[in-house]
């Protein structure tokens, strides 16, 4: 593995990742999501806990895109990566939220949904860093 690559691809999948987290949270989604979770969540939010997750999300993304490239253009390889891996990391987790903690059931749909976004984005400029991996 090129380690070069791989440390770009992390910083350049968390940088997208975590700016799109931040415009969809604060500019766009904030006051469905203060009614939708009014009694549930924080007055404030860990941002530190958010970083590290958003690092920890990249480097997997990271580690992982060349282990299941399969020859195809970084475009269509990014797509199709973040689209897998956004759905395993964020549809069980919208049940499990919504069973296990009574979040709103519709909220937690549409966070997956936006997080899938998010990861396809994320895994297409990891897809662009890494280029055609021979």
């Known amino acids: 593995m090129n380690s070069k690559k791989m440390l770009f691809a992390w910083i350049g ?3 997208i990742m975590f700016l799109l987290s931040y415009i969809w949270y604060n ?3 904030a006051d469905y999501n203060a009614v939708q979770y ?3 969540l924080k007055e404030t939010v860990g941002m530190g806990n958010i970083t590290v997750g958003y690092l920890v999300v990249a480097f997997l993304l990271a580690y992982i895109y060349p282990k299941g490239y399969s020859g195809g ?3 269509s390889e ?3 990566f973040g689209l897998v891996m956004g759905l395993l990391y964020t549809l069980p ?3 499990i939220n919504a069973g296990a903690f009574g979040f709103p059931f519709t ?3 549409v966070g ?3 997080h899938t976004v998010e990861v396809i984005a994320g895994s297409l400029v990891i897809a662009k860093i890494y280029g055609e991996i021979k």
């Open 73 to 75: 253009s970084p475009g």
């Open 112 to 114: 997956a949904a936006y």
């Open 27 to 29: 500019l766009i989604i």
């Open 93 to 95: 987790a919208a049940f």
């Open 107 to 109: 909220a937690q749909i």
């Open 78 to 80: 990014g797509l199709r």
């Open 38 to 40: 009014a009694g549930v």
């Open 13 to 15: 999948g968390f940088v």
